[in-house]
Nanobody, 123 residues
Framework: QLQASGGGLVQAGDSLKLSCAASGRTFRDYGWGWFRQAPGKEREFVATISSSAADITYYADSVKGRFTISRDDVKNTVYLQMSSLKPEDTAVYYC?????????????????WGQGTLVTVSS
């Protein structure tokens, strides 16, 4: 029900925008999150946003000031705008939604997951 897209190969310093489109139901009252998993590492939190009633966002320290999470409830889509990309941002990025209005940094709190989209940043 979640389809992530927008990944690709970019150079350090470039920007990239990921999208996560939901289908089958409306997710306007749900919290959303982006997570990533680099090769040989555990999945880690990247960014989260609450339902549009509050639109509260929160970021991992490693991406704060470079990444922006946003949502478009009309399109049932969440975005992750990534700027000033670094090689250490290389990972498979996953979007997730939870049946709660608040965002969350814990992947266990999410009920729906996208399939992941690969972002590779070359130096």
């Amino acid at each position: 029900q979640l389809q992530a897209s927008g990944g690709g190969l970019v150079q350090a310093g470039d920007s990239l925008k990921l999208s996560c489109a939901a289908s089958g139901r409306t997710f306007r009252d749900y919290g959303w999150g982006w997570f990533r998993q680099a090769p040989g590492k555990e999945r880690e939190f990247v960014a989260t946003i609450s339902s549009s009633a509050a639109d509260i966002t929160y970021y991992a320290d490693s991406v704060k000031g470079r990444f922006t999470i946003s949502r478009d409830d009309v399109k049932n889509t969440v975005y992750l705008q990534m700027s000033s990309l670094k090689p250490e941002d290389t990972a498979v990025y996953y979007c997730a939604a939870r049946t709660h209005y608040g965002g969350n940094t814990d992947p266990v709190q999410y009920n729906y997951w996208g399939q992941g989209t690969l972002v590779t940043v070359s130096s």
